[in-house]
């Protein structure tokens, strides 16, 4: 026990104690079979909890599911994002498996669509708003109605500093990632105080998703940033992890920068 400078008595936990963790909780993680969103699924696993893992190709999403190592708090339900069925059928699914559902992330993401966007193909960039931040606020409303509008909850979006500042090379990603911390705040505003809702906001993270972003010359990417290096997938699952503990518990409404300093940098 400690005192603040008003004489009042506040607690203050170890790191890493019981506050940073998902013991009994289920979470339902969105693109979840390789990259930012396999990382976050095995940071919430490493927590306790136990977690539904999505994506497109069943393939591979059962052997991300193998590679957890946890095959009773682990599972795999195949689906598209973009589809309404296939994200009710996630989210019930995840119920009838593990009883719950406590914890989104929404880290579904495409990006089909590079340059101007007077040059841009409507149907793509259509198709990036649908998947990147109508399927998010779907998966939400699905969990919202199968468990966390009775219970309560915590939701993670994973937006970009793409939506924070122009790029002019993914306009149109960009716009879209700005609508979702856009959306963020007002289901914030809507959805407390029982559910929580947060988006990260990542600079360029070695993924297969990133790659045309910095594969000819990764080196020369990196000096741009004050850290001088990119993201790895585990930074941005460590960041999510916490926000969805009760650690995080005063935090809502926000987009939290993991950039590397880029930003900063102007």
């Not at 940073?20 to 969105?30: S, Y």
């Not at 991300?64 to 190592?69: F, N």
């Not at 879209?176 to 959306?183: D, H, M, Q």
């Not at 360029?204 to 990196?222: K, M, N």
Request: aromatic share 4%; charged share 20%.
């Amino acid at each position: 026990m400690s005192v603040t400078a008003g004489g009042e008595p506040t607690t203050a936990p170890s790191p890493g104690g019981p506050r940073d963790r998902l013991d009994g909780k289920v979470a339902l993680v969105t693109g979840a079979s390789r990259g930012i969103g396999l990382a976050i699924a095995a940071d919430l696993l490493a927590r306790g909890a136990s977690v539904t893992i999505t994506a497109r190709k069943p393939d591979v999403l059962h052997t991300a599911a193998e590679g957890l190592g946890a095959p009773d708090r682990v599972l795999a339900h195949p689906g598209n994002a973009g589809d309404a069925e296939a994200r009710a059928a996630a989210v019930a699914g995840t119920v009838e498996r593990f009883g719950r559902l406590d914890v989104l992330v929404n880290n579904t993401g495409v990006n089909p669509v590079y340059g101007p966007l007077m040059q841009a193909d409507l149907g793509a960039v259509s198709k990036i708003f649908d998947v990147n931040v109508v399927a998010a606020l779907g998966f939400l409303q699905q969990a919202h109605a199968a468990w966390m509008g009775e219970h309560g909850g915590s939701v993670v979006n994973i937006a970009s500093v793409a939506g924070l500042r122009s790029t002019r090379a993914i306009a149109a990603y960009g716009a879209s990632k700005a609508a979702l911390i856009r959306l963020t705040e007002e289901l914030a505003a809507e959805l407390g105080p029982r559910i929580r809702v947060n988006a990260v906001a990542p600079a360029i993270v070695r993924t297969r998703f990133a790659e045309a972003l910095y594969t000819a010359d990764e080196q020369g990417v990196a000096d741009g940033y004050p850290l001088k290096r990119l993201g790895d997938p585990a930074d941005v699952a460590a960041l999510v992890g916490f926000l969805c503990t009760d650690a995080a518990s005063w935090i809502t409404g926000e987009t939290v920068r993991i950039d590397g300093g880029t930003l900063a940098a102007g």
